[in-house]
């Protein structure tokens, strides 16, 4: 196909996406397409590169998950008018930068799910906007406690009254909370409409069973839940919220079968949910959201994906292109199941901890990637140990077959003890605009020591050799999912950011070495953009580079320019100009007085800039330097033949402490710097105890800024 085409095929699917939200804006479609949105775990699973075939083009327009990603990233959503939000519970400077909050708190705010609380590593809360235009204070998140639900502990709950900029006081209200009568140990997940939320809890006797319920405002709290009892599956559809039914996972046999490790996965085209489970059995429910509900057991379901030796599955994803099913499982294999329960087996890609999470799938291009603790080989550290990896597979792969390719991500280490699990990583904005799959894919890798954030190159499709970017952690521990957020409404435009945590020995300045949540801008270079002083982007060589000049960048037929890889080296962008703030860093150490520093050190001033020393010194006594507030501005410490500093812009960093680190973490709205602070936001849970900003001490479920993790 050539470009001209490829540019009007790209141009008809927005102007089809523009006619479709006219349709909600305006009311005027024949099927106008529902106006709420849900964000769970399945969304970060199944991503669109941008169609540029008329088939590619079809088969995305058709899909829910296709116009979901399309409001996410094109639509703005603006919060109402203030309603009284409280003037001490936040306060915004106007570049959205910083954000002073109550003292304690963890995020704009954290509440208490209870003591030992978690949605759990690797597993999500989901989120809900009753408008894809409007930030509604009736917008809600699900938290599942990981904890048994009784009548003074909570299985599941949600908060609304999310903003605290448009929301009036108290943020969040405690919107309802059940006891389902198990404990939910996988993500939830929420129709489209948002008036169910489906999930697998676990009893005590080891029994998995698919809860889905409907819900009811003002009903319970995490302390005092609403304890459900189920109705029977035929009359679910017609009960009265609050109520739900629950189906019992059963095997092929008819003997019930548990699942602590595989969550839920909506295949909104056709109703159905897919569910993992223990032995590798992998079950369809179908009548999830719109009809009645019940596991299908003809034409092949359930499956059991390896009878052979069965282990538990980790979550599946629905590809509606191919119309299979991918899943791992705890042996470290992975699998295709077709629609007829037919299975295909990998060969085995993880000799670790196996295959803890789902993959993630770009139905477009329809290139799925898969998760690997531990390769098996002798790869990596010289030739000694195996290695964290990123397999590539293409649906229809033979059996035995280990994918496409493979990208390394870090070492490995040789069991015992296990390396540290695996999670999925997240394609950055650029990937998703491009119509032949060329962006980035990141990823935390190195298990077998301090977690470390990758960042893959896809080419066409063809993942190229990775590049290592900032450690999280001082030591050995586990790394949660990461997240990309790319934002067209922040400060300066644009930005974009990826999230993770460290679950101990956190790099971050706000961490004090434990569990610890980190940010980093990964905003790409735009050509013919306007860019403003002190705007920052990732350049092609992984260097944050910050405006000092104001202007225009380059053409798109230009390209970028050829990045000054020095710190504070300087690169001319037609006219803008850029400095050179050097590698991304998990922190920025204060300045001390009376100290012995070595050249290249950086260190973050008082006014909150990043400063690097030219050369080497002993910094002043006493109060700090007058700090120079221009973009590579000099400031002279402990007089000229001292220390020279160079100003290299604000951190492209920030962190938050986390007891135990982070669940997955899901992202909130988008909306400009001028909208007060709750608007653009970012949900997890901690995986521990700690002190809740909002009171209790506890599992937190936490709302953080999307800028700065505040």
Sequence with gaps: MNGTTARFLRLGVALSGLAVLGWVLTGQASEPVREGMPTDWSHRHVIFSEPSTFEQVRQATTDPRYWQQW???????????????????????????HIDLKPGSAGAWSEDLGSGAS??????????????????????????????????????????????????????????????????????????????????????????????????????????????????????????APCMTTILLRDALGTSTDDTTSSAFPDYSHDVLWVGGALGWLHQISGA???????????????????????????????????????????????????????TKSGQIDHGTG????????????????????????????????????????PGFAAGSTGTAEAIVGTSQVAPPNPSAMYEGAFDSTYEASGNATGNFYVCGNTGGAPTLYQIPIAAGIMQTPIAGPALAGATTGCSPVTDISNPNAAGGIA?????????????????????????LVQPWLPAHAYAVGDEILDSKLNVQVCRTLGTSRTAALGHPGWNGAIDGSTTDATVRWT??????????????????????????????????????????????????????NTN??????????????????????????????????????????????????????????????????????????
């Design 71 to 97: 409001y996410r990233n094109h639509v703005a959503r603006t919060l109402p008018t203030n309603s009284g939000a409280p003037e001490d519970v936040a306060t915004v400077d106007p570049d959205m930068r």
């Design 119 to 240: 949605v759990g590593a690797g597993n999500y809360p989901a989120k809900y906007s009753f408008s894809i235009t409007t930030a509604s204070c009736s917008d809600y998140v699900v938290f599942n406690t990981g904890l048994a639900g009784s009548t003074t502990q909570a299985s599941v709950v949600a908060y609304d009254n999310l903003y605290a900029g448009g929301c009036a006081a108290p943020n969040p209200k405690t919107y309802w909370a059940y006891n389902t009568g198990g404990t939910v140990l996988t993500s939830p997940v929420i129709s489209e409409d948002g008036a169910q939320v489906a999930f697998v809890q676990t009893d005590a006797g080891f029994h998995g069973t698919l809860v889905l319920l409907k819900w009811a405002a003002a009903s319970g709290t995490v302390g005092s839940p609403v304890t459900l009892t189920p109705v029977a599956t035929a009359a679910y559809r017609a009960c009265t």
């Design 289 to 343: 959201f719109l009809g009645t509900p019940g596991e299908v057991t003809t034409g092949g379901f359930p499956v059991q994906v390896n009878p052979a030796d069965p282990t538990s599955l980790s979550s599946p994803v629905h590809d509606r292109t191919s119309g299979n099913v991918f899943v791992g499982d705890y042996g470290g294999f992975f699998y295709q199941v077709t629609s007829a329960g037919v299975v």
């Design 355 to 394: 295959v803890v999470a789902g993959p993630v799938v770009d139905s477009t291009a329809e290139k799925i990637y898969v998760f690997s603790s531990s390769d098996g080989s002798t790869s990596c550290a010289a030739g000694t140990l195996p290695c964290s990896a990123v397999f590539q597979f293409a």
């Design 496 to 520: 974009e950011w990826i999230f993770a945590s460290a679950q101990t020995s956190g790099s971050g300045n706000n961490c004090a070495g434990g569990g610890c949540v980190m940010s980093f």
């Design 580 to 633: 050179n703030q050097g590698p991304h860093l998990a922190s920025h150490p204060a300045w001390l007085p009376s100290h012995a520093y070595a050249a290249g050190t950086e260190i973050l001033d008082s006014n909150g800039n990043v400063q690097w020393a030219s050369n080497a010194g002993t910094s002043k006594a006493g109060a700090h330097p007058a700090w120079s507030l221009a973009i590579a501005g």
């Design 637 to 710: 410490d402990n007089g000229a033949v001292q220390i020279k500093w160079k100003m290299v812009g604000l951190p492209a960093t920030f962190s938050v402490a986390a007891s135990g680190g982070t669940s997955g973490i899901i992202i909130d709205n988008n909306v400009g710097s001028g909208t007060m602070a709750g608007a653009s936001q970012v949900y997890f849970s901690t995986l521990g105890t700690q002190a809740c900003s909002t009171g209790g001490s506890g599992g937190c479920a936490v709302q953080a800024s999307q800028s700065d993790l505040q």
